[in-house]
């Protein structure tokens, strides 16, 4: 048994950790939590009162959501190198970008799905401003570099990309070709793959699973 416990829902966040959990390269456990049912669990609320997923538990530390997850495995894991080393230089760039990607980002790209516009003379109301300033912010940290913090892949790399894929998949981010080139090299890692299989097969697994008997 690991003591590395992942739960998730293979249409939903949790893909972005199931993609940071096959780049660390540890062992761990998968289970699955249905939205209307073991989401809502006693069972489940004790490790996620929000009834949300993804969620770990490691030993007894649990972790939610997507950057605080990526953030904490970076750590103690270091021997994958998904972070910085601290007191490194790049570390600053390293957090700033990790966190832009869960504020600015996920604001904007939330915004944009639910076709909800900010005024102009409101912007400075909302973190992020405005869409056209956070696709711009992250186009100039990208322009000219292959990751991030223009030396290596990290956590941040993985999480922003994973809001990039997902925003230009379903028209929330406008495709740039710096994004599309972007998302394309961190589509192609190993670890991104073997993830994105294990979640896709587990959708192909539910769909073909009989409806439950009335």
Request: hydrophobic share 40%; with cysteine.
């Amino acid at each position: 048994m690991s003591d590395l416990t992942f739960y998730t829902h293979p249409m939903s966040r949790g893909r972005i950790v199931r993609w940071m959990l096959e780049e660390v390269g540890q062992p761990y456990e998968t289970v699955l939590i249905d939205f209307a049912t073991t989401g809502k669990s006693p069972e489940y609320l004790a490790i996620n009162p929000m009834g949300k997923v993804p969620a770990i538990k490691h030993g007894d530390t649990v972790v939610t959501e997507c950057a605080a997850i990526c953030a904490y495995l970076a750590d103690v894991f270091p021997q994958a190198g998904l972070a910085p080393p601290h007191g490194s230089k790049r570390r600053g760039p390293y957090y700033r970008w990790l966190f832009f990607g869960a504020g600015p980002v996920e604001q904007s790209t939330t915004m944009q799905s639910l076709k909800v516009d900010v005024p102009p003379e409101q912007s400075a109301m909302v973190g992020f401003g405005s869409t056209a300033a956070v696709m711009d912010a992250m186009e100039g940290a990208l322009k000219g570099r292959e990751y991030l913090d223009g030396e290596a892949f990290t956590a941040a790399d993985l999480y922003l990309g994973s809001h990039l894929g997902w925003g230009m998949g379903f028209g929330a981010i406008e495709k740039r070709p710096v994004f599309e080139a972007y998302v394309a090299r961190l589509d192609a890692r190993p670890a991104a793959i073997r993830a994105n299989q294990i979640d896709d097969d587990l959708i192909a697994a539910q769909q073909k699973a009989p409806a439950p008997a009335e």
